[in-house]
């Protein structure tokens, strides 16, 4: 079955410095999708990229970045420069073929402090 | 273009009362579902509608109907609601997915609050 694991539960850092998030994934399938997804304390679900797992190639968008690694089953994501507004709790979900195509299994989150 | 909007925002309801959250998308995607988010849970999905006229259960689907009304709506119901269904809930929509593909991006609502005492 497929799962998700966001170890760290709870981060802190003073703004401005970088912060990783780390998602470890499991599948059986060889086709399947990845996302990060923001929860700020308003509420809502912001998504934030989609990878699919035969695109290894790290992306940048501003200060953000993910670091995709098939062999080690991780789908890192990357603060550079931390602002206040990242304060948020943050998912990584998978969604894959043995799910029924329909299911995004997420991560239980992790919360993410930024302190000004 | 409003997205995926939820009502209603809170709800607080009694054991064994009945009610139905509404949700409904402008982004004219075939498919919706319902997540249930508890604290420390992330979210667990609790039934789908890969398009219209059809619904599947997920992962936590019992003491839940859901009713895909048309292509934009789709309606979760609680018959008999229990201290256990206290959480939020968040509605989500996504493009058809493609044969032999894992589903697209979801896009979701703001989320419900329901509290049950």
């Known amino acids: 079955a497929q799962k998700v694991t966001q170890a760290q539960t709870e981060i802190s850092v003073v703004e401005k410095e970088d912060v990783t998030l780390d998602c470890v994934y499991e599948?059986?399938?060889?086709?399947?999708?990845l996302f990060w997804y923001k929860q700020p304390p308003s509420g809502e679900l912001v998504f934030l990229i989609r990878?699919?797992?035969?695109?290894?190639q790290n992306e940048i968008s501003g200060r953000y970045s993910w670091n995709f690694q098939k062999s080690t089953s991780s789908f890192n994501f990357t603060i550079t420069a931390s602002q206040v507004v990242d304060s948020a709790v943050y998912f990584c979900?998978?969604?894959?073929?043995?799910?029924?195509?329909?299911?995004?299994?997420f991560g239980k989150g992790t919360k993410l402090s930024v302190i000004p | 273009n409003a997205g995926v909007t939820q009502t209603p925002k809170f709800q607080v309801l009694k054991t064994g009362q009945s009610m139905t959250l509404q949700c409904a998308q402008d982004?004219?995607?075939?498919?919706m579902y319902w997540y249930r988010q508890d604290p420390g849970m992330g979210l667990r999905l609790i039934y789908y509608?890969?398009?219209?006229?059809?619904?599947d259960k997920g992962e936590v689907p019992n003491g839940y109907n859901v009713s895909r009304l048309n292509k934009r709506e789709f309606s979760l119901r609680l018959e008999s609601a229990a201290p256990s269904q206290t959480s939020v809930y968040f509605c989500?929509?996504?493009?058809?997915?493609?044969?032999?593909?894992?589903?697209?991006?979801?896009?979701f609502g703001p989320g419900t609050r329901l509290t049950v005492l």
């Open positions: 982004m004219n995607h075939n498919s």
């Open positions: 509608s890969a398009s219209e006229g059809t619904t």
């Open positions: 979900a998978l969604s894959d073929l043995g799910a029924g195509s329909y299911q995004l299994t």
């Open positions: 990878r699919n797992s035969f695109d290894e």
């Open positions: 599948t059986r399938d060889t086709t399947y999708y």
């Open positions: 989500a929509s996504s493009e058809l997915p493609r044969h032999g593909l894992a589903a697209d991006t979801q896009y």
